[in-house]
């Protein structure tokens, strides 16, 4: 079986797009990303241009921030309160790796569990490996995602 995973990922897109037209039509919100990205990491780079891309695409309000290498922790930490208190932004994704002098752990610890996109503050972590309610990170929900709709029943499977 060959997958299309390009045009499985645009009929999300789509599909995300008519749902977000929909949050704007009824509660006047569109959700907001905001993608920080330190240093000049060339595979980060890419990886915050394509989501950028496709949170555009997705009608999704985008933004990315983007620091020097030689950015102060405290600078960063500060951004992201910041964002965490600002209500036009559903979701932060800090892009990983970070340069050696910056605290990931402090960093991850620091995104507001709710805006949490990829899943990785210690409460979410703690809620999804317990069962409880929590945001799903993109990653693996993308690919269950993608998985279903490549087999519709994957029970057993």
Known sequence: MIIDGKKIAADLRADLKKKVAELKSTYNAIPGLTVILVGEDAPSKIYVKNKEKSAIEAGINSEVIRYPANLEE???????????????????????????????????????????????????????????DSSIPCTPFGCSLLLKKVEKNLSGK
């Open 74 to 132: 405290k600078v960063l930490l500060d951004k992201i309160n910041e964002l965490n208190n600002n209500n036009k932004v559903s979701g932060i994704l800090v892009q990983l790796p970070l340069p050696k002098h910056i605290d990931k752990r402090k960093v991850i610890e620091t995104i507001d569990p709710r805006k949490d996109v990829d899943g990785f503050h210690p409460m979410n972590v703690g809620n999804l490996s317990s069962g409880y």
